[in-house]
């Protein structure tokens, strides 16, 4: 009884964990596309630090990262939305 117990505790743990969203996985598309995007801006030489995401509510995660360019480092906030297939990020300097 006790290893039917572990093994319907141990499959609803693994049922639940694969079906999570990879914030790992979503805050490096969007640190790559926040990069490409601020590289086209401001040019070639902006680098966007790690982006971590914090889940806020719901489909809602935020951040705030570091861009640097030419030395100087600059503090951004970063909004996600996350629908489990596609996100949309938006981003302004806390300069």
């Known amino acids: 009884m006790k290893n039917v117990k572990f093994i319907l505790f141990a499959a609803i743990a ?3 964990a694969s079906c999570s969203t990879d914030t790992t996985k979503i805050a490096e598309q969007v640190r790559c596309e926040m990069e490409s995007q601020l590289q086209n801006e401001y040019g070639a030489d902006v680098t966007v ?8 509510e719901g489909n809602k995660y935020d951040s705030i990262t570091t861009v ?13 939305i996350y629908d489990g297939k596609n996100w949309n990020a938006m981003w302004e300097s806390l300069k």
């Open 14 to 16: 693994l049922f639940l």
């Open 49 to 56: 630090d790690d982006l971590i995401l914090v889940h806020l």
């Open 68 to 80: 640097r360019q030419n030395g100087e480092a600059i503090q951004f906030k970063v909004n996600v």
